[in-house]
């Protein structure tokens, strides 16, 4: 086992799509919870990387942090549907917050 290497990773993941994508009639389901895509101003707060182990500090009561945090989360977001898309998979994205029901209800009779 080596050290996390999030390049070899991404590509790892998107090569296992696309040969997925390639064989199978493929449908992903994203379900989120809204408050993951911001974080609260709540004062410093010591975060730790579970992949890598690297702890720091951030300052959560900064509004640069707090924009870094929901643009990474919006570019994340973004960078999904782009694959999805290359790999003509449909993909639909449901809030935890949000009826379930009716989102793959509509997802489903667009397919």
Do not use: C
Not at 6 to 28: C, F, N, T
């Amino acid at each position: 086992e080596g050290p996390f290497h999030p390049e070899q990773e991404k590509q790892a993941l998107e090569d296992a799509i696309k040969v997925a994508a390639g064989r199978h009639d493929l449908s992903v389901i994203k379900v989120f919870d809204p408050r993951e895509r911001t974080i609260p101003d709540i004062g410093l707060v010591n975060v730790k990387d579970s992949e890598t182990g690297e702890a720091a500090w951030i300052n959560t009561s900064s509004s640069k942090v707090r924009e870094a945090y929901a643009k990474a989360a919006q570019d994340a977001d973004m960078k999904a549907t782009k694959l999805m898309r290359q790999y003509q998979i449909d993909s639909v994205d449901i809030s935890t917050g949000s009826d379930y029901v009716k989102g793959l209800m509509a997802f489903f009779d667009r397919r």
